[in-house]
């Protein structure tokens, strides 16, 4: 496990390299990211972008994609997985921002998570990338490089996100999330890490690393 030390230079790297991170969906205002999140789950950012580069050229609001209905949205985001269940969350999710929220999307995790699709990791990506909280939501990208490196250990998501809440240095908190998901897809990949290229591997507490002997398999969280 990183000592405090590591914690410190091992997000400082990483700063160093990309000082102002972003997620890889494409949005203009809370809401459009809101959609866009729903529509990631089991799916690439590559392809909600291509779905949603098009359908917010028309519809970007909760009126106007609730006016569109189910059938108006499916040419949209039919190339991405579930689309016919994301579907539905969107209208009803639409349908409820308008009769609750004044058309807005809530900046409370309680009323995001009441929200048709919307859990606990999508809540912390809205409060975080749409509304500056320092949350962390634990995908399989985090939970892989978590567990990995020694950052915070953890047997589910909930005791990954909790650890990294208590680990990271505040300085580095709000943009963590994003620095973990881009080093866990490009760098710290599943089946094959790329520990040659790793600017944080001297930092790093993961033992089978690229050319150390075998490559462990991928870390999955349990829930």
Same mark, same amino acid.
């Given at each position: 496990m990183m000592n405090p030390q590591k914690r410190q230079a091992f997000f400082a790297q990483l700063k160093e390299i990309n000082p102002h991170p972003?997620?890889?969906?494409?949005?203009?205002?809370?809401?459009?990211?809101?959609?866009?999140?729903?529509?990631?789950?089991?799916a690439t950012d590559i392809s909600v972008n291509k779905g949603t580069r098009?359908?917010?050229?028309?519809?970007?609001? !909760?009126?106007?994609?609730?006016?569109?209905?189910?059938?108006?949205?499916? !040419?949209? &985001?039919?190339?991405?997985?579930?689309?016919?269940? #994301?579907?539905?969350?969107?209208?009803?999710?639409c349908r409820l921002l308008i009769d609750l929220h004044g058309g807005e999307v809530p900046e409370n995790r309680e009323a995001l998570e009441a929200l048709p699709g919307?859990?606990? #990791?999508?809540?912390?990506?809205?409060?975080?990338?749409?509304?500056?909280? !320092?949350?962390m939501a634990v995908d399989t990208h985090i939970f892989r490089v978590a567990n990995r490196t020694g950052l915070a250990p953890g047997?589910?998501?909930?005791?990954?996100?909790?650890q990294l809440l208590k680990r &990271?240095?505040?300085?580095?908190?709000?943009?963590?999330?994003?620095?973990? &998901?881009?080093?866990?897809?490009?760098?710290? #990949?599943?089946?094959? !890490?790329?520990c040659a290229q790793c600017i944080v591997e001297p930092l790093c507490s993961f033992k089978q690393k690229t050319g150390e002997g075998k490559i462990r398999g991928d870390i999955q969280p349990n829930s």
């Open positions: 972003e997620t890889e969906l494409e949005y203009g205002s809370a809401f459009e990211l809101l959609i866009a999140v729903l529509l990631s789950a089991q098009e359908l917010f050229k028309i519809a970007n609001t !909760p009126q106007a994609l609730l006016d569109l209905g189910e059938a108006g949205v499916k !040419p949209y &985001i039919q190339h991405i997985g579930l689309f016919n269940a #994301k579907g539905r969350h969107i209208q009803e999710t919307v859990g606990r #990791k999508t809540a912390n990506v809205i409060l975080n990338t749409a509304f500056g909280h !320092p949350t047997k589910d998501v909930v005791e990954v996100e909790q &990271i240095p505040k300085e580095f908190l709000h943009d963590a999330h994003h620095w973990l &998901i881009l080093h866990g897809r490009y760098t710290c #990949k599943a089946r094959s !890490p790329d």
